[in-house]
């Protein structure tokens, strides 16, 4: 429904995972790409500029700053196409692990300054870019922001936050023109860069810090190994897929249509049962069933997927 040509898109959190997909599959669309990444020398950054179009542009940002926001603001504006800034895609983020009361306020805070602050900050830079055309705002959430799990108190909190933050945007922009949309994927862990060794190895630095901060009345009820059994297995291990095509469609489509969706759930692959994505199914249902099912359907859940949950 829209025309893609000389119009443009800013995405964060490009370097890799669904930013870069997202990325690609847009640029391939015939938008024009400015992306966001934290390092423009980074191999998911030069892999973008050698692959793709020359209408991409990667623009090298921090979320959690407000000055490299601010200088990334400015370079995009400097650069745009006759049709102007479409659509800002709030992508960057990073999961976060740890049972509520093990989780030192620090990491609650480090998680919420990308996972949420971040959006907020991107969206307040942008709006007046966005607002100029009518264009789109599509903020990355989770099917985690619908539901949660156990040991992901700062990951979901902040993705629920999302969701509000969204709803209340989409309420406001009304006046202007501006749709807002959310895209929730589920099961798409492979296709991001959560199993890599550099999120493991900042996992296991949260884990110690998590276990050092442990009051002793703490620790008397908990192991490390508790703690360390959160951690993702490498990439290639569970979950088995790495295909988030599915998720850059629902994105164009929340671009493209004109009559976009609030909220976008995508199905990734199931665990256990293959081609379902049970953590999508009981998203839908929850709400309707009386808590000590969900309850008790999560714990198994969990279990299934903890490599060792025992305390």
């Not at 509000?164 to 929730?184: A, N």
Request: net charge positive; charged share 20%.
């Amino acid at each position: 429904d829209v025309e893609t040509d000389n119009r443009a898109v800013f995405i964060t959190g490009c370097d890799t995972g669904l930013g870069n997909r997202f990325a690609r599959y847009l640029d391939d669309k015939g938008f024009t790409i400015f992306a966001g990444c934290l390092n423009k020398n980074s191999a998911g950054a030069k892999s973008l500029i050698t692959e793709c179009s020359s209408r991409l542009q990667v623009v090298e940002v921090n979320t959690t700053k407000e000055d490299s926001i601010a200088t990334a603001f400015q370079f995009v504006k400097n650069h745009l196409p006759i049709k102007g800034l479409w659509g800002v895609i709030n992508n960057a983020g990073m999961d976060m692990l740890g049972d509520v009361e093990l989780t030192p306020v620090a990491l609650y805070e480090k998680g919420f300054e990308l996972n949420m602050y971040g959006y907020i900050r991107v969206v307040k830079t942008f709006l007046p870019l966005i607002r100029q055309v009518k264009g789109r705002v599509i903020n990355v959430s989770s099917v985690r922001g619908r539901i949660v799990e156990p040991n992901q108190s700062n990951y979901s909190t902040a993705k629920h936050a999302i969701e509000t933050l969204s709803d209340s945007l989409r309420l406001e922009m009304i006046k202007f023109g501006v749709k807002v949309s959310i895209i929730e994927p589920g099961n798409f862990g492979n296709a991001t860069a959560i199993g890599s060794k550099a999120v493991i190895k900042r996992n296991n630095q949260e884990v110690d810090e998590m276990w050092e901060s442990a009051r002793d009345e703490v620790k008397q009820s908990y192991s490390k190994e508790f703690l360390q059994s959160w951690i993702n297995p490498p990439v290639g291990g569970w979950p088995p897929k790495a295909d988030s095509t599915a998720v850059a469609k629902k994105v164009a489509h929340a671009l493209c249509s004109a009559y976009p969706k609030h909220r976008y759930l995508i199905q990734g692959k199931g665990s256990i049962v293959p081609f379902v994505d049970e953590f999508v199914a009981l998203s839908l249902v929850h709400n309707m069933l009386p808590t000590w099912i969900v309850n008790a359907y999560m714990s198994w859940w969990k279990k299934k997927l903890v490599r060792s949950s025992a305390l």
